[in-house]
């Protein structure tokens, strides 16, 4: 299986640090240096998630020379916070796609979707030989659920809006999958989520304003992450590394998602990469799932990724999930 081209759409609309500062009455300096945020994109009035991962999608087919006919199964990896609530993506982007004769489904491991989805296409491939496309399409902006007045949710300053996808084929060129690592941290189940709106707590006229991302207990979530996010981060990138037949030693490029620029450092200081081997999303903010898929584009753009590379893709979704992808480039890519 291969990641045979690649889709992204990003809003024109962009927020600057020096917005969001004022927004979070934080010095400018710190949103640039400790969050790690130059600038992200803000959806339009008609950027919504699933619309921005079908803009994404069609992206990746017209870069293949394909149509939606070719489509054999689309996973949807659009947020959960999207177009409407209780409602399945997938139809509605093979609709949008014409891929009429497309299965599908909606997967969502916050922003460690895709990861799940590549192993979710890895098992399709492998357990149905009539597949030979699978479509991968996201859409995000989680940035509409965040209290910039809340310092307990800094870490979520940096999201932001787009779409991105991906186009997995049985044969090449492309990225080709070569290993998958997933891990779980159950004792942060409930450490991030919208507190009202749902069964346990219904959406009434006076909770209105507490429908945002909120944190249960700020300071067991820091002290958990201090000490497991950036190990977890190294172990499971090796372990994805491993089943690929490789060490961090061989990697020649790390698509991360957007963390906090001291994060970001440290993961690349673990595996002993340079900072050319990556891009720091600074410019773009966290788009979620969709990040490694941006991180992929640019890089192919940028001219980092030669015949034969070697490239991870890591993120981590609160819930929390972490998970890395492996691929090795195969004849190059459309992007």
Known sequence: MVVHSLGVYLPERRITAEELAAWANLPAEVVREKLGILEKTAPGSEDHPADMALWAAQTALEKAGLSGKAVDWVISIVEEHKDYPVWATAPYLALGLGASRAKGLDLNQKCASFMGALEVARGLFATRKEVETVLVAGGYRNGDLVDYQDPHTRFLYDLAAGGAAALLTRKGPGLRLLGLAHRMDPTLALAVKVPVGGTRNPLAPGNLPAF???????????????????????????????????????????????????????VLEGLGLRDEQSIYLESFGHLGQLDPILSLKLAWEKGLLREGSLVALAAAGVGYFYGVAVLRLEGGLYA
């Open 212 to 266: 945002r991302l909120r944190v249960e207990n700020p300071r067991a979530m820091k002290e958990r992450l201090d000490r497991t996010s950036i190990p977890t981060f190294l172990a499971v990138i090796r372990e994805a590394l491993a089943e690929a037949g490789y060490t961090e030693a061989d990697l020649d490029y790390l698509a991360l998602l957007h963390m906090k620029r001291s994060a970001h450092r440290a």
